[in-house]
């Protein structure tokens, strides 16, 4: 099970039992079938609702506002996630506005697929983890692949509901294999949040937050400080990433008493920020060490592979700050 | 009737702007703002949910005329019908159409100096047999988008005077319960943003959608000339001919956008914009509704038959303000396009009495929607 | 002394020391003058260098890239503060970059000027405070005026720097008077940063943070507060935003035991969940009460001025603030 | 000279692309791989600072040949000097430009294909007559924009192998410190990025700062077909042309965008995307680089002497893949097109002696860069 696979199928689930369906972006279509091939084979059996479009990430935005007013279900890929930049527009003035300036009389359920991320050397326009500018914005969802969550799943509930959604797909998850049940840790699962440690909550030290393919990274530390050095941490991995299910993350980091977060973006207004601010007032006086929040550097992201490394977060960083955190 | 219209909405073409023209044209009478005695001949078809009881009695009176109307109103169902047949004359309904919207846009210029409104508005006050002309030949499951300039378009489509007029008002009642306002509308087959240039593919997706889904509805956006500055109209010009989408894109040219010339916004042809992506384009240089209709009645058959997207390039003028804010524009200049403004230039073909007749009824019903939406909540 | 004309007058002063500047935007000569009349008598003065534009925000940014990156001094007017979102693209992807990915051969000091907020009734996409989506881009600082600071200086100092600029104008400070030595509060600075209250830092219960116009309801709540009840607060108003100078905030909070923030954007991922996150760290265990994060509701702007002044901060909700945090 | 370069490097045109077409061209020698004999001959001026030492001794040689250059080197100063003076021959200088531009790219794809490189690239060839002959007529102070395809125009304009190989490494030595990577290079007179469309507006205001500045150089921006979907395009072109300023504007259609051809892209006249604008255009057909040359001579002398915008249309096509991906293009189609590929159009009219020691000497060069390269921290 490959996640690109999977998230292809969970596409292809998509077309098939709802006709309402369009898929919508930038050479998407048979033989080419994407940048990252993840629609491989869908225009061939669904040649008019999978669209190739020109170079026009503003124009697929305005599009898929359209389709989706008129009841259709868009969901646009943005080739790099860098370039939804040229939605932006349109996701904060038009699509996320619509319902309810409307007063409910409209609803714009359009979906954006972004394949973001770096650690390929992609240099510094075709690597962000653009994401951190699109949370908070009112009425919209954005939600984090990861390879411990089923695409299908995230699809049937797009599909089943009316808000607009940004769906931040890490490049390098492509490639790798599904975790749904990942051996080594307990996994349970609290609405879209994973759970994983290696022993009960209670014997954890600290909670670590993590999304998409930082996730991944983080549950193999976990995994190895607990194996190699009895160090105990519980993982958290949630899909839906603004707004937020504080739920798991209040209980855990409450029984821990120390939480860290992790994600690739760039430092400051991050996403652990928020989850900063929110779990320290939630948690006043409750944990046992300041929140510590992971993120890459704040500058752009370098083409060498080395200085890449050094800029962006990877396992070192996270490893680091889980030592740190689970004192 | 007995609210007070501010002085420059009395129907005078000299009040309504200072910089009208001294020359002669057909003068309106006093009648226009009593206009107690031609009413039952005027009006025929409701304007808005509210009205529809208060009016049924004159509705009633004309129906058989109504049926007996013109294959144009024939073929429109209830939305045409309701704008064009007044007397069983798509004349007279056109132009009743056009004064309700100057006479609801005056009317709301007039609120906001009193401070009853707040935020903006755009007046279309010149341009109204666009909304009048284009809008005769759409029918139901169409879908209009329009701009910050959207009165027009939507009244001409839906009728709805007081709940666009509660919705400026900031009531509950309005259509989107006060949050749009006056940009940000949205009913049946209508919706407006008041973002430049992002709702082209936003109405060119609608296209799309009703394409995928074999309706054979068609969907029609509105823009003004400074719009085309935006690179969104672009992007949605080459998807829309590549794709054969069924949209009428009508290009409001009023000279102006908000202080700007079209001429310092405006580079090259605006007609050679549009045909560079392959988009056939209409263009028609006038304030006559039927000459405007005719030209859209073509378009608006072409884009339902072939299914393609077509453009209508109509030449007009703003004569009001941009907003409610200054206007810069040489006098003469303005007072010059009044001499051809659109109820001028139809009436030339109307009785006088006829239009006369409608004059008044407009009156009143705005003045009942007004008071009504006054004591709104 | 009015903001609005104070402000041209930083931009007059800006075009007749510097030749390099070039002020662009829609709408912006003369006779009309800007949609907020703050460019008025520029263009009669500077012709070449005062531009208006066609209605193309996005160009205006990109041409402003150019300028930049040509030497010149580009001050941008997007007319409304909303289609910033326009001009997304080349801040993040252009603008932002091109210092540091190309190690430095070049530089890109472009500055936005974005009339912003809400309380006018003018609705969803006319209203809005979207610096939060801004804040924390790498290699942008975004500042905010205030009554309390001389737009003067800002001009000075952006001329004077290479840092791309997002210049926050809230609408309704325009037609207001400069506040530069208020009456009834001590003041003093601290870099960017304004420091008022009626009383030494040492008698105040509390810290408020805030910029923009809701820094001027701030201080006229804390005056109030002070005058009626002797309830005292410290008052920081700080010019940049992002990055943030920590110092002053650190040193008030520490002194106080208690921050609020105030900003009128929506919240979730907003200016104070950053300033949050931060001093929840550094005055781990030093504060008596959680950091209040004062923001508006997580919607649409409504047009309608009840609806608009229920869902957007205003003084009744900063005093509410104010007084629980003084506790 | 003891790297060895990969098989597919191989200067004979059926290997550099399995693809290429069974019938005869000029076969290209052996001693396009040893290239030692004519070495002397060849060489003329340094391509990279780091060059210039080793190969000062030949330049000099060449020295007083190259004062009695054609005009068009005269004018030209360093930066086309350096390109088309090759044994005091322009043709020859042109020929040593394209082709030492292929085999740094082919080089490049061996490089990747090793592993050595990270990220991606997008090379042009089958495009370098357009970077050479257009950049041949531009000269100190002139501005290019290049996009994500950019490495032709960065060779053609600064010569500088070294600085761009080593900056595609990673290493701290590349002409950005190896941040910016393959598509985002800086050097004086030269920009790129890889977003597509914003380059436009930007290159303008470059033009827009030269004009304010009162200087006599120009902007050049270099765009793809596919870019022509972008919106920011449009936006420029309507202020490039009111405002009247130095820019030109090359688009090198190459009849594909990564796997799309123009026609699922592009709807309409490209030509007529830039006159609606009333932006003069110049449109060609073809991979010969004096022809394409001749156009762009006559285009940057207009924009440098009337200060205005213009464009110039190549339609060329991509021999290579779109990055280091799947080509899914019809064979025959890529094959046809191997028959007209720059160097071969344009080695028709050399003779063989001299482009084998061209060809020789690039080798030569090329491997001496790369060693280099290879060989920084
Ligand atoms: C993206 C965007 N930029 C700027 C504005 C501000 N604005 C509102 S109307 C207007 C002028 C529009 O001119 P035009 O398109 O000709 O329409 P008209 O007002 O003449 O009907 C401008 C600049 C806006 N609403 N949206
Ligand atoms: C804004 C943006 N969208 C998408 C891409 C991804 N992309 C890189 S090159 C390319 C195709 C470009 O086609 P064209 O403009 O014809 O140039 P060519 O590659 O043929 O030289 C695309 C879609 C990008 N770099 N930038
Ligand atoms: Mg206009
Ligand atoms: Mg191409």
Redesign the interface.
């Known amino acids: 099970m490959i996640f690109a696979k999977e998230l292809g199928a969970a596409l292809r689930e998509s077309l098939e039992t709802d006709e309402r369906v369009?898929l919508i972006g930038?050479?998407i279509i048979d033989?080419?079938g994407g940048?990252f091939k993840v629609t491989r084979g869908l225009s061939t059996d669904f040649p008019?609702?999978v669209?190739?479009?020109?170079?026009?990430?503003?124009?697929i935005?305005?599009?898929?506002?359209?389709?989706?007013?008129?009841?259709?279900r868009?969901i646009a890929e943005v080739m790099f996630g860098?370039?939804i930049?040229?939605c932006?527009?349109?996701i904060?003035?038009?699509i996320t506005?619509?319902e309810?300036?409307?007063?409910g009389?409209?609803t714009c359920p359009a979906v954006f697929r972004v394949p973001s991320g770096g650690h390929?050397?992609?240099?510094?326009?075709?690597s962000q983890s653009?994401e951190?500018?699109?949370?908070?914005?009112?009425?919209l969802r954005v939600v984090a692949a990861s390879l411990f969550h089923d695409p299908r799943d995230a699809f049937r509930d797009f599909l089943s509901q009316n808000t607009p959604v940004l769906y931040v797909e890490h490049k390098l998850l492509y490639p790798q294999h599904m975790r749904l049940a990942p051996n080594g840790l307990i996994t349970t699962r609290e609405g879209s949040t994973v759970r994983l440690s290696a022993v009960p909550r209670e014997d954890c030290t600290a909670t670590v937050l993590a999304y998409g393919y930082q996730a991944g990274l983080a549950a193999d530390i976990v995994e190895k400080l607990a194996v190699e050095e009895e160090i105990f941490v519980e993982l958290l991995v949630p899909a839906e990433l603004?707004?937020m299910d504080w739920a798991p993350v209040e209980v855990s980091a409450k029984a821990t008493g120390s939480l860290v977060t992790v994600e690739e973006g760039?430092?400051?207004?991050?996403?652990?920020?928020?989850v900063?601010?929110v779990m320290?007032?939630r948690l006043?006086g409750l944990l046992r060490?300041?929140?510590?929040?992971v993120a890459s550097e704040?500058?752009?992201i370098?083409?060498?592979?080395?200085?890449e490394g050094r800029m962006l977060v990877g396992s070192p960083q996270i490893e680091t700050a889980i030592r740190e955190a689970a004192k | 009737m007995t609210i007070t219209l501010p002085n420059f909405l009395s129907p005078e073409p000299e009040k309504e702007n200072p910089a009208a023209p001294a020359i002669p044209l057909p003068a309106e009478p006093e009648a226009a703002i009593t206009g107690a005695t031609t009413l039952s001949k005027a009006v025929t078809v409701p304007l808005g949910e509210g009205e529809a009881a208060t009016l049924s009695q004159e509705a009633a009176v004309n129906e058989s005329e109504a049926a007996a109307e013109s294959a144009v109103a024939a073929e429109g169902a209830a939305w045409v019908t309701r704008q064009t047949v007044v007397a069983g004359s798509r004349e007279l309904g056109l132009y009743r159409g056009m004064r309700f919207i100057r006479r609801f846009e005056e009317t709301l210029l007039g609120l906001f100096e009193e401070g009853i409104l707040n935020g903006t508005t755009h007046a279309c006050i010149g341009q109204e047999a666009d909304a009048a002309g284009v809008i005769e030949h759409l029918r139901e499951g169409d879908h209009i988008f329009s701009n910050h300039r959207c009165h027009g378009h939507y009244l001409a489509w839906t009728g709805d005077a007081l709940g666009l007029m509660a919705e400026i008002m900031g009531k509950e009642a309005g259509v989107c319960a006060g949050i749009g306002g006056s940009q940000h509308i949205c009913a049946e087959g209508f919706m407006s943003n008041g973002v430049q240039g992002g709702i082209l593919p936003t109405a060119a997706g609608i296209a799309l959608a009703k394409k995928l889904k074999g309706e054979d509805t068609i969907s029609v956006v509105f823009m003004g000339d400074g719009t085309l500055g935006e690179g969104a109209v672009y992007e949605t010009l080459n998807m829309a001919s590549l794709w054969e989408l069924p949209l009428l894109i009508v290009l409001e040219d009023n000279e102006w956008a908000q202080s700007t010339p079209v001429a310092l916004n405006t580079a090259g042809s605006m007609r050679a914009r549009f045909e560079a992506f392959g988009l056939p384009v209409s263009e028609v240089e006038s304030t006559d509704v039927l000459e405007i209709s005719s030209h859209a009645e073509e378009l608006v058959e072409a884009v339902r038959t072939t299914g393609k997207t077509h453009v209508l390039v109509i030449h007009t003028y703003r004569l009001c303000h941009h907003s409610k804010s200054d206007d810069h524009r040489p006098e003469e200049e303005v007072a010059l396009r009044w001499q051809t403004e659109p109820l001028a230039v139809h009436r030339q073909r109307l009785a006088e009495a006829d239009w006369q007749a409608i004059d008044a009824s407009v009156e009143e019903e705005l003045a009942g929607i007004v008071a009504k939406a006054r004591a709104l909540p």
């Open positions: 369009v930038e050479d033989p080419y940048a008019s609702r669209r190739t479009t020109p170079i026009s990430e503003g124009a935005a305005g599009f898929s506002a359209g389709l989706a007013l008129a009841g259709m868009p860098d370039f930049t040229l932006f527009d349109q904060v003035n038009h506005k619509y309810a300036m409307y007063n009389k409209a390929r050397g992609y240099g510094p326009t075709h653009l951190k500018h699109f949370f908070g914005v009112p009425h603004s707004p760039t430092a400051g207004w991050s996403w652990g920020t928020e900063s601010a320290s007032e006043f060490r300041p929140v510590s929040v704040k500058t752009v370098p083409s060498s592979r080395a200085k």
